[in-house]
């Protein structure tokens, strides 16, 4: 098939190559030439493991190619899939316009019927309104090629964006006709002969909540066991072990329940406002999502605590900060916990330094008043305290005696419970992880 990707970012760029490694025939289209530059040149433009090969097997195979001129993305398309950014809104609202932009430049430059998707991750009923705008557009240009709009949302993470998209859980698309759903089920055919995934085929409303709906109860599962760990603090228990006990019953399992600095990154957090955005614009107060966004902020809030505790006033300290990224395996600072958490010491008149192993140059770029460290040595060379606030796996092999003979004062803030607490405390730290006091005390 002839399949155009608008939006050649985190998840246009996986989903682009991952179609070509299907066998179709693959563009990908970006409104930033910087961007298209580079995919050209065969370079991704972000860190994503395993993407520059499979980028490469594409282009090597010439089934995928890039352009910035939507004359040529859009000459043979014969399904469109749309994966511009649907940022938040100030009021909590996504910010739909780059998706009504694509939608009308679609109508444009179009050449034959074509199907538009959406897998941007879009609120109930956008399609309805993409369909409209079509339409005008249509009839304002005077074209007549038949553009009908289906959903088919994306559940790639970050980190393990190839793997989740070559071997997803599920695919699910929402479509309102036979020839949609029979492009979209051509789309995805060699994939589900491969791996006999399942394949939930629905109507175009659904296919988006469905979306906004995952997003929205892992977050929940996130901020229900950081909460947990507020109370294991207080009453003296292990959240892990809390966890991995919640988790042998198979009504909830064991992912998602790792007690931390909270969740972040592009989705979680815009996605839960635009869930809660969105039912309150149809009439109904989901004020548990309220409380979600609250707990997840508080988790920072008792980082801030726990380093006061010890520290008494943050101003003039020096604070080591262990992670920028949002979460290991990935360059993307995009409401990154850890990158809020620095700001928040930054702001406390602390000296701040964070120590990545990737995502220092976008951290440059993007937070240029935050301290950095090349290595983790430096970051901790005469620190009053270090917060651990990415699970990176190389932050896991940083033993007490590290920490002891680098800090100036030798307290340690676990904010994800990597390490092991017997060991931090037999040598001595200040050690704190989140929802582990009863082990310390
Ligand atoms: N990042 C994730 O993990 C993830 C996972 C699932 C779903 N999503 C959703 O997918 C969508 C895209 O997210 P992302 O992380 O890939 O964003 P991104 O910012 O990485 O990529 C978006 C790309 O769209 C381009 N763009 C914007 N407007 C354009 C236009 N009018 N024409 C052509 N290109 C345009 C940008 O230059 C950018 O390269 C969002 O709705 C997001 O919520 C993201």
């Known amino acids: 098939m002839h399949i155009t990707v608008i939006g050649v970012g985190h998840v246009g760029l996986v989903s682009a190559a991952a179609f070509a490694k299907w066998g179709h025939q693959v563009v990908g289209y970006d409104d930033d030439a910087s961007k298209i530059a580079r995919m050209q040149a065969g370079e991704a433009w972000f860190y994503e493991p395993g993407l520059d090969e499979l980028m490469a097997e594409g282009v090597e195979a010439a089934r995928l190619s890039f352009t910035g001129d939507p004359d040529e993305a859009?000459?043979?398309?014969?399904?469109?899939?749309v994966c511009v950014g649907t940022p938040p809104l100030p009021g909590g609202?996504?910010?739909l316009s780059y998706v009504e932009a694509v939608g009308r430049s679609v109508v444009e430059h179009a050449r034959r019927d074509l199907l538009l998707v959406e897998k941007s991750t879009v609120p109930a009923n956008t399609g309805k309104r993409l369909e409209q705008v079509i339409d005008r557009e249509a009839e304002r240009l005077g074209t007549a090629h038949r553009i009908e709009v289906a959903s088919n949302p994306?559940?790639?993470k970050e980190g393990a964006a190839v793997q989740d998209t070559l071997h997803p859980d599920r695919v699910v698309y929402g479509t309102s006709s036979d020839w949609s759903r029979d492009l979209l089920r051509q789309?995805?055919?060699?994939?589900?002969?491969?791996?006999?995934?399942?394949?939930?085929e629905t109507d175009v409303p659904t296919a988006e909540l469905i979306k906004h709906a995952s997003n929205a109860f892992l977050a929940t599962r996130i901020s229900f066991i950081n909460a947990v760990s507020q109370i294991c603090d207080r009453v003296g228990a292990d959240v892990r072990v809390v966890a991995e006990g919640m988790g042998h019953d198979v009504r909830i399992g064991h992912r998602f329940l790792q007690a931390g600095l909270g969740y972040g990154g592009s989705c979680f957090p815009k996605d839960v406002d635009?869930?809660?955005h969105l039912a309150s614009q149809v009439g109904y107060d989901f004020g548990l999502l309220d409380e979600v966004r609250e707990i997840n902020v508080g988790q920072r809030r008792a980082v801030l605590d726990k380093l006061e505790g010890e520290l008494w006033h943050l101003s003039g300290k020096t604070i080591a900060v262990l992670g920028a990224a949002f979460k290991p395996?990935?360059?993307?600072?995009?409401?990154?916990p850890a990158v809020h958490l620095a700001n928040d010491l930054?702001?406390?008149?602390?000296?701040?330094?964070?120590?990545d192993p990737v995502a220092l140059g976008n951290l440059a770029e993007e937070q240029p008043h935050l301290g950095q460290a090349m290595t983790v040595e430096e970051a901790l060379a005469d620190a009053h305290a270090v917060v651990v606030a990415t699970d990176w796996p190389e932050y896991v092999d940083i033993t007490p005696?590290?920490?002891?003979?680098?800090?100036a004062y030798p307290i340690v803030i676990d904010a994800r419970n990597i390490h092991d607490p017997e060991k931090m405390l037999a040598a001595g730290l200040h050690y704190y992880a989140m929802g582990r006091q009863s082990i310390i005390r």
Not at 74 to 81: D, I, K, R, T
Not at 329 to 336: N, Q
Not at 401 to 407: P, S, T
């Open 401 to 407: 005696e590290m920490y002891r003979d680098r800090l």
């Open 154 to 156: 994306e559940f790639l």
């Open 274 to 276: 635009a869930f809660a």
């Open 346 to 355: 930054a702001d406390a008149g602390a000296d701040v330094r964070v120590h």
């Open 329 to 336: 395996g990935t360059d993307d600072l995009r409401e990154s």
């Open 74 to 81: 859009l000459a043979e398309a014969e399904v469109v899939f």
């Open 93 to 95: 609202g996504p910010n």
């Open 187 to 200: 789309v995805y055919a060699p994939l589900v002969a491969e791996d006999e995934l399942p394949v939930v």
